[in-house]
């Protein structure tokens, strides 16, 4: 077997996209991503903001990969919120000057909206429900 020829054909073949992207938690102005890790050889991740209305892609990040983990998460922060975001998460490969940086020929996509800047989580609403009651009740004893 001929292992540079091997070496050769891995390297000229575009990184699969990533799989099982989804968004494990968004707030109204950031978002965490979570993916699967694709089983082809790639260096790390690009991600992509598509703008809803024309699909413009405007580049978020260019995350090297950190470990050999098939499940990689990550945040983007700094969103407006209440928008709805298209975000596109694709897979590269750098062979360090052989040949020209490969990048996946398809890319994960997720959608998702943001929350309202004025809306409280139900936890922090309890929380201030308990503190009025509390001191409802010590200043009326």
Same mark, same amino acid.
């Given at each position: 077997?001929?292992? +540079?020829?091997?070496?050769?054909?891995? %390297?000229? %073949?575009?990184?699969?996209?990533?799989?099982?992207?989804? *968004?494990?938690?968004? $707030?109204? *102005?950031?978002?965490?991503? @979570?993916?699967?890790?694709?089983?082809?050889?790639? /260096?790390?991740?690009?991600?992509?903001?598509? /703008?809803?209305? /024309?699909?413009?892609?405007?580049?978020?990040?260019?995350? $090297?990969?950190? +470990?050999?983990?098939? %499940?990689?998460? @990550? /945040?983007?922060? =700094? #969103?407006?919120?209440?928008?709805?975001?298209?975000?596109? *998460? =694709?897979?590269?490969? +750098? &062979?360090? =000057?052989?040949?020209?940086?490969?990048?996946?020929?398809?890319?994960?996509?997720? $959608?998702?909206?943001?929350? +309202?800047?004025?809306?409280?989580?139900?936890?922090?609403?309890?929380?201030? %429900?308990?503190?009025? &009651?509390? #001191? &409802? @009740? *010590?200043?009326?004893?």
């Amino acid at each position: 077997m001929n292992l +540079n020829r091997l070496s050769s054909y891995f %390297i000229l %073949i575009c990184p699969e996209a990533p799989s099982g992207l989804f *968004v494990s938690s968004v $707030t109204h *102005v950031s978002v965490s991503l @979570t993916l699967t890790s694709p089983s082809s050889p790639h /260096d790390g991740y690009e991600l992509y903001k598509l /703008d809803p209305t /024309d699909n413009h892609r405007a580049l978020v990040s260019n995350l $090297t990969r950190e +470990n050999n983990g098939m %499940i990689y998460e @990550t /945040d983007i922060v =700094g #969103l407006v919120p209440a928008t709805l975001y298209n975000v596109e *998460v =694709g897979t590269f490969l +750098n &062979a360090e =000057g052989s040949f020209p940086m490969q990048r996946s020929e398809e890319n994960a996509t997720v $959608t998702f909206m943001t929350g +309202n800047a004025g809306v409280q989580s139900p936890e922090s609403t309890m929380l201030l %429900i308990s503190l009025l &009651a509390y #001191l &409802a @009740t *010590v200043l009326l004893i």
